[in-house]
């Protein structure tokens, strides 16, 4: 069985930062990429930013959160995180972690749980 279990989440005052993290664990023989998504009440999940397990790790983001965001990813592992900075309130969602990964299962995308961030004063 293949998991993610992503955390990190919070209140935070806009302005401020929050670090979420997930592991992927399991029968996992090589992770593709991966990512985080979020979901706000009342609308689509959308991308946040995804990362490549090959080479340096190419990386993508949504334009609402480049370079205020920064994934990161350790291989050997099998984690990856978000820094986010300068939060605004906005950023409010239930976030997720997700990877593409080749297991005992075959290929396959995967979801974590969701980690809830609120951005409030």
């Known amino acids: 069985q293949v998991q993610l279990v992503d955390s990190g989440g919070g209140l935070v005052q806009p302005g401020g930062s929050l670090r979420l993290s997930c592991a992927a664990s399991g029968s996992i023989f090589s992770i593709k990429t991966m990512g985080w998504y979020r979901q706000a009440p009342g609308k689509e999940r959308e991308l946040v930013a995804t990362?490549?397990?090959?080479?340096?790790?190419?990386?993508t983001y949504a334009d609402s959160v480049q370079g205020r965001f920064t994934i990161s990813r350790d291989n050997a592992k099998n984690t990856v995180h978000l820094q986010m900075n300068s939060l605004k309130p906005e950023d409010t969602a239930v976030y997720y972690c997700?990877?593409?990964?080749?297991?005992?299962?075959?290929?396959?995308?995967?979801w974590g749980q969701g980690t809830q961030v609120t951005v409030s004063s």
């Open positions: 990362i490549t397990s090959g080479g340096s790790g190419r990386t």
């Open positions: 997700t990877a593409r990964l080749y297991s005992g299962y075959g290929t396959g995308d995967y």
